[in-house]
């Protein structure tokens, strides 16, 4: 899809997003208006807080958020660092803390609901590749814009070392799988609960039937040690600062996670919740992606929106290691005390100890 008719798209999408805020709010009553910068489209990503508004979490809490829709035009991270900008924003750990590093922006991580990471990299059987030691002498897909670091790092963790250019082709993917699908790639980057979907959406045209897991091979970040904290909750720290702003924080936090818990638990209406949003995608894909995202925040040892400082630590040291980083990150970069208020004013498991993943049917192109 081109740009243009993207950026065209965003803005039908942005009216849908804010009539489906506006209609959940009830006639008469005087609640605090916030925005929450999203990272992308309309999708299950955000499941959590397309539920807190239909579900009336925000408006229990005085709230009414308006869902700012993001997309390829759409730097959220720098949007949200604005001084006028959105209260809340959501963002990818690594992609703020490139910016803090050069002096613009003072984003706080005040939630991380992501615990774990979605990417992935992904290559056919009958390749041989398995690791990322079998990058050597390969085409890699990488998406550009700070998406690429966990692929960099997973090849630099290699003994011997492997570098772009000299040991492996560093290709540059659009936001699709079109380069793997027609095998102009070995390898190639995907979310789990997106692009991966799309290849297992596809007809191979050897069978005439959708490709199938066992048609793939995945390399895990998680598994790797190379993963990086993705979607977290950000406020800017001199909008912290500012009197009563705390304690909004603290309603939005609480009710964004009661958003997430419903999702865990009703994972189909948080499908409907965001076709009904604007989705551009088909509900068939939506079903999938919900599926994938509810095992990246679930479950949280020590509650939603709680840091994991190992991965946090992991995260800094892999931007630094690949010189993105030029100083030290101050400690004052995230804060846990205004989520765990948050999860103090909730009275439903906020930690999902016993979640277990459920399945869904993949649909032809996701619908």
Not at 67 to 73: Q, R, S, V
Not at 128 to 138: E, M
Not at 298 to 319: E, H, K, L, Y
Request: proline share 4%; aromatic share 8%; charged share 20%.
């Amino acid at each position: 899809m081109k740009r243009a008719s993207l950026a065209a798209m965003l803005i039908g999408v942005a009216a849908l997003v804010a009539g489906a805020c506006n209609s959940a709010a009830p006639a008469g009553s005087a609640l605090k208006t916030v925005n929450l910068q999203l990272q992308w489209l309309p999708q299950a990503q955000f499941a959590g807080y397309f539920a807190a508004d239909r579900q009336g979490y925000y408006n229990q809490q005085g709230l009414k958020v308006n869902l700012i829709a993001g997309g390829p035009t759409v730097d959220n991270q720098s949007v949200g660092s604005q001084a006028n900008g959105p209260e809340f924003t959501i963002a990818w750990v690594p992609k703020v803390l490139v910016l803090r590093d050069a002096g613009k922006s003072d984003l706080v991580d005040i939630a991380q609901v992501f615990q774990r990471s979605g990417t992935r990299e992904v290559s056919w059987k009958d390749t041989g590749i398995s690791t990322p030691a079998d990058w050597k002498g390969k085409k890699v897909g990488v998406w550009d814009f700070g998406n690429d670091y966990e692929v960099i790092a997973a090849a630099r963790k290699q003994s011997p070392a492997l570098e772009a250019g000299t040991d492996y082709e560093r290709v540059i993917q659009p936001f699709d799988m079109s380069l793997l699908l027609n095998k102009q790639i070995d390898t190639a980057e995907a979310m789990i609960y997106n692009e991966y979907a799309q290849v297992l959406e596809a007809t191979n045209p050897a069978t005439g039937q959708l490709y199938q897991p066992t048609d793939l091979n995945l390399i895990n970040f998680n598994d790797v040690g190379t993963a990086m904290l993705q979607d977290a909750l950000w406020a800017r720290e001199a909008w912290l600062k500012q009197s009563g702003n705390q304690d909004i924080a603290t309603k939005f936090l609480t009710a964004s996670f009661q958003g997430w818990i419903y999702c865990r638990d009703h994972p189909a209406d948080c499908v409907q919740y965001v076709t009904d949003a604007g989705s551009i995608l088909g509900k068939g894909h939506q079903a999938w992606m919900m599926n994938e995202i509810n095992p990246l925040v679930w479950p949280s040892a020590n509650g939603i929106g709680d840091m994991p400082v190992d991965t946090w630590n992991q995260t800094v040291q892999i931007a630094t290691d690949a010189k993105l980083l030029t100083k030290a990150v101050p400690a004052s970069a995230y804060r846990t005390d205004l989520a765990q208020k948050a999860r103090a004013n909730i009275t439903g498991d906020s930690k999902g100890a016993s979640f277990t993943k459920g399945s869904v049917q993949v649909t032809p192109k996701g619908e």
